[in-house]
């Protein structure tokens, strides 16, 4: 009996998925067992393992071949393969990161406030934007010497808003106007006029429907609206009146809505205060003193916590996170606090199934057309404007195909979104109290005895209080 058969009958080699390691395991065990360090090679070599072999559990097991008896071995290690980085924007401009935005408190207790419109003014042909290519990345090696290919990096996008264009590459994005540069919904890069108002929005301006940036250095008053492609910047407050904003929204003195009226921003709404309002914010909603008996709905997160950072009465529904001084009073006012609700992504899901269905229609008449025209170029009868058409629907083909790509992973995106509540979570940070009531997905907790420095997150299927840290 050869070493080779020998070995065979008392050993057993297994692999991981993807060849990157392998095991050495005794399927017989006796004693009297004995190997050299090179039966133990060329054992392993037969089994095909020719990388990365640990010569020291080699030597090991020939030398003390009952220590490895009774458990799974890794023999040989492979090299794990290095994914390729993503493509990404570079951006000519200092972009603003929304979520880092918060009230900074010092030790005395007051709450210093950044200023929330960045302004970027641009120059008309000035860069804005270049696309960086995805880089890639190294192949792994398996134990069997085989490569083992890495993942590619993604290709970024620019994602194209009003007043801009691109390069004929694709590859950098410029301001076709003299103007401000503002991120709308979804990240889309614009560049917008500002249109400044040096007073009150009453009956001597009317309403205002603009296609850029809006600045009011005075107040809004009842009834009237403004409606902005861009931010809207009001010095002092606003009543029961109507704003609407694709970008963010900063209102200085605060908000007296008097259950009339809507603020609604497509980003962030900032304001001193609340009280008797309506505010809809894409992402978030920053007050610094109070929110008093409004409704209050925002894509990601409710933040009250300034010096006084109030909430009580009425209902405020966040994506992700609400956090506030105090909730609720020692009168046990109704207070309402949602997390976990996104109805705008639900919307967006909705169209997006919708287009990505219209454009796996339009791809498949594209590919019947191509498929007439390919025929008859195969047989030499394709004319200078069939020629002319074929080029046409092949870049309108690979156009509709990479707005198909982005679509579905927009779907993913959501759906993943949706199905995850595990961060949505209320913060209070000095007290809440009776009659609040705290909804995360589809929980709910009435809170009957004040508390102190709490949180709220689902654990184990419910609502979970614990110490707010």
Not at 184 to 211: A, L, M, Q, R
Not at 327 to 356: D, Y
């Amino acid at each position: 009996m050869t070493a080779q058969f020998a070995l065979e009958t008392f050993l057993n080699v297994t692999f991981s998925d993807d060849n990157s390691v392998a095991y050495i395991q005794f399927s017989k065990r006796d004693e009297g067992f004995k190997c050299t360090e090179d039966e133990l090679m060329l054992f392993l070599h037969s089994h095909k393992i020719l990388f990365g072999i640990e010569r020291d559990i080699v030597s090991r097991i020939a030398s003390h071949p009952q220590e490895y008896m009774f458990g799974r071995t890794p023999i040989a290690m492979g090299v794990q393969p290095v994914g390729g980085q993503d493509g990404y924007i570079e951006y000519a401009f200092k972009l603003r990161n929304e979520r880092e935005q918060r009230p900074l408190e010092t030790a005395d207790g007051k709450v210093d406030y950044k200023e929330l419109l960045s302004l970027n003014n641009v120059k008309k042909g000035q860069l804005i934007a270049k696309r960086i290519p995805p880089q890639p990345g190294i192949p792994g090696t398996s134990v069997t010497g085989e490569m083992i290919p890495f993942k590619p990096g993604k290709e970024a996008y620019f994602r194209v808003g009003k007043n801009v264009v691109l390069d004929p590459e694709q590859t950098a994005m410029y301001s076709a106007i003299d103007g401000l540069i503002t991120i709308t919904e979804k990240g889309k890069i614009n560049v917008f006029p500002v249109y400044e108002v040096n007073g009150d929005v009453d009956y001597s301006v009317g309403n205002i429907d603009f296609v850029g940036t809006v600045v009011v250095r005075g107040n809004v008053l009842t009834g009237f609206r403004i409606k902005a492609a861009g931010d809207i910047r009001v010095v002092g407050g606003v009543e029961g009146a109507e704003l609407e904003a694709e970008g963010s929204i900063e209102i200085t003195s605060g908000i007296i809505g008097y259950n009339k009226g809507c603020v609604k921003a497509g980003k962030i709404v900032k304001s001193s205060f609340i009280q008797d309002g309506n505010v809809i914010a894409g992402e978030e909603v920053i007050v610094s003193q109070s929110i008093m008996h409004s409704n209050i709905r925002a894509g990601k997160n409710v933040i009250c916590n300034g010096t006084k950072g109030l909430i009580v009465g009425g209902s405020i529904q966040a994506g992700e996170r609400v956090t506030a001084r105090t909730i609720g009073n020692s009168m046990s006012t109704t207070t309402s606090i949602e997390v976990g609700v996104q109805p705008e992504l639900r919307n967006e899901l909705t169209e997006l199934r919708t287009r990505v269905k219209q454009l796996k229609e339009a791809i498949d008449k594209t590919d019947k057309a191509l498929y007439l025209l390919n025929q008859l170029a195969a047989v030499g009868q394709l004319t200078p404007d069939k020629v002319a058409l074929r080029v046409k629907l092949n870049a309108t083909k690979k156009s509709t195909q990479r707005e198909e790509t982005e679509a579905k992973e927009r779907i993913l995106e959501i759906e993943k979104t949706l199905e995850d509540i595990v961060k949505a979570q209320v913060d209070v940070i000095r007290m809440i109290y009776g009659g609040s009531k705290i909804v995360i997905g589809r929980y709910t907790r009435f809170i009957k005895d004040p508390a102190e420095r709490v949180s709220f997150l689902i654990h184990e299927g419910d609502i979970s209080m614990i110490p707010y840290i």
